[in-house]
């Protein structure tokens, strides 16, 4: 199994500038996570989904950050407009029994 | 909000030490699970403890979960440069059946070769 795959690996992009990360869970998890990963405060959960509904969505930070599980093998996190202080590592996961993380999203906005 | 807490923050050993990094919170955890992070990659699951009291072995690393299920400690014994990364601890929010896992902003190890 390929794993949990994200996409884009790294981006830079201008303050303002809209930013959409992508997420294919492994094949048969059920539920999906979005956590982001900072030096200060670590790993934040940021939604949740199981069976592509939205369960808890408390953790995203603003209006400016929306979710979307449209299927079961995608999902995406979009930032509209983006900020410096949206900069971070954003992972998906998903699981089944045990959580699985994929490598990460590096975003930096200058 | 239920926190845990990790220490030390960042250790830098030689080779072939001993170490002991902590997870503590004030609160009650039905269970706690360990991860170790490489740089560039996601946290990867090493163990998860359930029953107070509990030890797990993996190797040349020890799990143990606190009596009061509060806290847990990893062990390494003979540290090799391969142990080197971000070890994270992490333990379900309350409410049953959750899935949601909250994190503690880890343990930094460095193992010198």
């Known amino acids: 199994d390929a794993g949990v795959i994200q996409s884009p690996r790294h981006e830079v992009t201008e303050m303002g500038q809209e930013v959409t990360l992508r997420c294919k869970p492994i094949?048969?998890?059920?539920?999906l996570f979005w956590y982001r990963q900072t030096m200060m405060r670590g790993l934040e959960l940021l939604i949740y989904f199981n069976n592509n509904v939205p369960i808890d969505d408390s953790g995203m930070p603003e209006d400016r950050f929306s979710a979307k599980m449209p299927n079961a093998s995608f999902s995406t996190l979009k930032i509209q407009p983006s900020e410096p202080r949206d900069s971070a590592v954003y992972f998906c996961?998903?699981?089944?029994?045990?959580?699985?993380f994929g490598e990460g999203s590096w975003l930096t906005v200058v | 909000t239920q926190l845990l807490e990790q220490s030390p923050q960042f250790l830098s050993i030689q080779e072939g030490e001993n170490l002991t990094v902590y997870c503590n919170s004030s609160s009650v955890f039905s269970s706690l699970q360990w991860y170790r992070q490489e740089p560039g990659e996601g946290p990867v699951l090493l163990v998860t403890v359930v029953t107070g009291g509990e030890v797990k072995k993996l190797k040349r690393l020890t799990f143990q979960f606190g009596d009061a299920r509060k806290d847990s400690s990893l062990h390494i014994t003979a540290a090799q440069p391969g142990d080197t990364g971000l070890y994270l601890c992490?333990?379900?929010?309350?409410?049953?059946?959750?899935?949601?896992?909250?994190f503690g902003k880890g343990t930094k190890l460095s193992v010198i070769p």
């Open positions: 996961a998903s699981r089944s029994v045990s959580i699985y």
């Open positions: 094949s048969g998890h059920n539920s």
């Open positions: 992490a333990g379900p929010y309350s409410g049953a059946g959750s899935y949601q896992l909250t």
